[in-house]
T-cell receptor, first 111, second 115 residues
Framework: TQLLEQSPQFLSIQEGENLTVYCNSS?????LQWYRQEPGEGPVLLVT?????EVKKLKRLTFQFGDARKDSSLHITAAQPGDTGLYLC???????????FGTGTRLKVLA | GAVVSQHPSWVICKSGTSVKIECRSL??????MFWYRQFPKQSLMLMAT?????????EQGVEKDKFLINHASLTLSTLTVTSAHPEDSSFYIC???????????FGPGTRLTVT
């Protein structure tokens, strides 16, 4: 069974702090996505990474895809209360094209 | 953009009745659509994958006779929960993709409550 482990599972921080969320697997992915989901809504796509070692930035969010395309990280600089939500990574497994979701990281940013 | 809509956004039904949920890709043609179920404070659980014009592929443990999926066109998929029971109460989310090698775009979800 392919797994995508996210860490940490829960994170509660003060506004202005930095944080990093990790997404790890033993499987290789042809692409990997990060989503943010708020209560009662569907996940919203933040980014897609495709190339090993790729780094993408979205305002205060920086996404990195591991060189071997097995892991990824999401770094948030100067977190704000609006960043609160459930962050999900998801990867498309190479060959089978199965879409594997991470276990999720629930972030709460306190004002 | 890539917008996916779901209807209804919430529904309450009585035990034993059937409920249909629609999923539409509004501004693109989706080669594949997916149906997920999400329990409170958990990640998404894939129920089934559907391609236009062919039978859906159900994940292990998902009853295909209970959760009927029809993918009538490249922009519309429906999930019908037949003979619903309280344990079917959940948040159902659909997604659609242009290319299964890349991202999925999610609908806003449907909250189903069976009384």
């Amino acid at each position: 069974t392919q797994l995508l482990e996210q860490s940490p599972q829960f994170l509660s921080i003060q506004e202005g702090e930095n944080l990093t969320v990790y997404c790890n697997s033993s499987s290789v992915f042809s692409s990997l996505q990060w989503y943010r989901q708020e209560p009662g809504e569907g996940p919203v796509l933040l980014v897609t990474v495709v190339t090993g070692g790729e780094v993408k930035k979205l305002k205060r969010l920086t996404f990195q895809f591991g060189d071997a395309r097995k892991d990824s990280s999401l770094h948030i600089t100067a977190a704000q209360p609006g960043d609160t939500g459930l962050y999900l990574c998801a990867g498309v497994s190479s060959g089978t094209y199965k879409y594997i979701f991470g276990t999720g990281t629930r972030l709460k940013v306190l004002a | 953009g890539a917008v996916v809509s779901q209807h209804p956004s919430w529904v309450i039904c009585k035990s034993g009745t059937s409920v249909k949920i629609e999923c539409r890709s509004l501004d693109f043609q989706a080669t594949t659509m997916f149906w997920y179920r999400q329990f409170p404070k958990q990640s998404l659980m894939l129920m089934a994958t559907s391609n236009e014009g062919s039978k859906a592929t159900y994940e292990q443990g998902v009853e295909k006779d209970k959760f009927l999926i029809n993918h009538a066109s490249l922009t519309l998929s429906t999930l019908t929960v037949t003979s619903a029971h309280p344990e079917d109460s959940s948040f159902y989310i659909c997604s659609a993709t242009r290319d299964i090698r890349y991202e999925q775009y999610f609908g806003p979800g449907t909250r189903l409550t069976v009384t």
